[in-house]
């Protein structure tokens, strides 16, 4: 059965910093690319990132709003991709989900993430 | 950044056609856009049906069709089931980066 699972979500100050994790089973992880989405309360999906896979050149791609603040990661030998955020803002807060893209088009369940003081 | 549009809310009878387009501002969506759509029910997480433009997953109802219609994409839901009713979302690539539509929430009325 293939499965996502973010994780490491959860409330955190203006100007802090949180590390989200997302487990991959069930398919060939070192092969997937995968991005990193999310979706504010009551409102659209947007864009974070990608991460191409390692075979392919591993390029990582980010969004504007989130340039050189996050950053995305993966461990092919756990499974794992990472997306460690700095300086959050409280316009980050949002659910975060990981996603498999192209033929795979898995999503995981989310994980939200509250920037407030 | 390029600006992504779709219609804000669509209508559709049971057993009915619907075609949700998603264009941009930048330019012409063509193959090379390499198309996402994807369906977000209430409560859930979105679920992919519809990737580079036209093709489907094992779990993509087969009244759903990805296609370039008109310099946008499309996606052409032949058959209207209640369960259909939803939000829908495009993702277009632009070069490195990627980026969503606003969404169409689809009503089956």
């Known amino acids: 059965e293939v499965q996502l699972v973010e994780s490491g979500g959860g409330l955190v100050k203006p100007g802090g910093s949180l590390r989200l994790s997302c487990a991959a089973s069930g398919f060939t992880f070192s092969d997937a690319w995968m991005l990193w989405v999310r979706q504010p309360p009551g409102m659209g999906l947007e864009w974070i990132g990608r991460?191409?896979?390692?075979?392919?050149?591993?390029?990582?791609d980010y969004a504007a709003p989130v340039k050189g603040r996050f950053t995305i990661s993966r461990d092919d030998s756990k499974n794992m991709l990472y997306l460690q955020m700095n300086s959050l803002r409280t316009e980050d807060t949002a659910v975060y989900y990981c996603?498999?893209?192209?033929?795979?088009?898995?999503w995981g369940q989310g994980t939200l993430v509250t920037v407030s003081s | 950044q390029a600006v992504v549009t779709q219609e804000p809310s669509l209508t559709v009878s049971p057993g009915g056609t619907v075609t949700l387009t998603c264009g941009s501002s930048?330019?012409?969506?063509?193959?090379?856009?390499?198309p996402y759509w994807f369906q977000q029910k209430p409560g859930q997480a979105p679920r992919t049906l519809i990737y580079?433009?036209?093709n489907k997953h094992s779990w993509t109802p087969a009244r759903f069709s990805g296609s370039l219609l008109g310099g946008k994409a499309a996606l052409t839901l032949s058959g209207a089931q209640p369960e259909d009713e939803a939000d829908y979302f495009c993702l277009i690539s632009h070069g490195g980066t990627r980026v969503f539509g606003g969404g169409t929430k689809l009503t089956v009325l």
């Open positions: 991460i191409i896979s390692k075979v392919h050149g591993g390029a990582i």
């Open positions: 580079d433009t036209d």
């Open positions: 930048a330019e012409t969506v063509t193959s090379v856009h390499y």
């Open positions: 996603i498999a893209i192209r033929d795979l088009g898995y």
